[in-house]
T-cell receptor
Framework: GAVVSQHPSRVICKSGTSVKIECRSLDFQATTMFWYRQFPKQSLMLMATSNEGSKATYEQGVEKDKFLINHASLTLSTLTVTSAHPEDSSFYIC?????????????FGQGTRLTVV | AQSVSQHNHHVILSEAASLELGCNYSYGGTVNLFWYVQYPGQHLQLLLKYFSGDPLVKGIKGFEAEFIKSKFSFNLRKPSVQWSDTAEYFCAVSPPGGGNKLTFGTGTQLKVEL
């Protein structure tokens, strides 16, 4: 199957700093990618839809200035958590369907465990 | 807004036992339905999906699920589980044309004992 790679898998940062998480589709093009967040013992919650070459679409309640998304190429989307605080500690996962096959299968990255201290 | 409920958070079974994991969704229209699995240390991967047609869908590794529209349910089944089925299972929905914009259930942790 197709591969989506997420980097880093784990990161610890100090409060007030920014952290960038990368999501790459390794063997297919993805004009759309999705970013999810998972708190302990809770479900994955969609944060935003990343669109290549245009602005991301954020879900209600997600601060776009805090979670900056850039989708500059057909294979890469980045999520930057700006001015991170301990409450931003969570598990972040990206997914990507193949371009032109949005309603088939989305492929998931392995996730990034962010800890803000 | 859509929501998905998975009733069993933790399930422990012996090998060869039958499995049924419940999933109910709340949505006012047609939906696409999915079951994803996450084996320890691995990515989420698709087990099976339902878009339309035969409400009984078969997926990988002997899993199947049945869409019952009147009950808003999409339960996952396997007649005989194996130790290697130990994983976390997520039910998810998206609106047609939703581009895999998924709403997930809280997940069910399945442990299969030898």
């Amino acid at each position: 199957g197709a591969v989506v790679s997420q980097h880093p898998s784990r990161v610890i940062c100090k409060s007030g700093t920014s952290v960038k998480i990368e999501c790459r589709s390794l063997d297919f093009q993805a004009t759309t990618m999705f970013w999810y967040r998972q708190f302990p013992k809770q479900s994955l919650m969609l944060m935003a839809t990343s669109n290549e070459g245009s602005k991301a679409t954020y879900e209600q309640g997600v601060e776009k200035d805090k979670f900056l998304i850039n989708h500059a190429s057909l294979t890469l989307s980045t999520l930057t958590v700006t001015s991170a605080h301990p409450e931003d500690s969570s598990f972040y996962i990206c997914s990507a369907p193949r371009t032109g096959q949005l309603d088939t299968e989305a492929f998931f990255g392995q996730g990034t465990r962010l800890t803000v201290v | 807004a859509q929501s998905v409920s998975q009733h069993n958070h933790h399930v422990i079974l012996s090998e060869a036992a039958s499995l049924e994991l419940g999933c109910n969704y709340s949505y006012g229209g047609t939906v696409n339905l999915f079951w994803y699995v996450q084996y320890p240390g691995q990515h989420l991967q698709l087990l099976l999906k339902y878009f339309s047609g035969d409400p009984l869908v078969k997926g990988i590794k002997g899993f199947e699920a049945e869409f019952i529209k009147s009950k808003f349910s999409f339960n996952l089944r396997k007649p005989s589980v194996q130790w290697s089925d130990t994983a976390e299972y997520f039910c998810a929905v998206s609106p047609p044309g939703g581009g895999n914009k998924l709403t997930f259930g809280t997940g069910t942790q399945l442990k299969v004992e030898l």
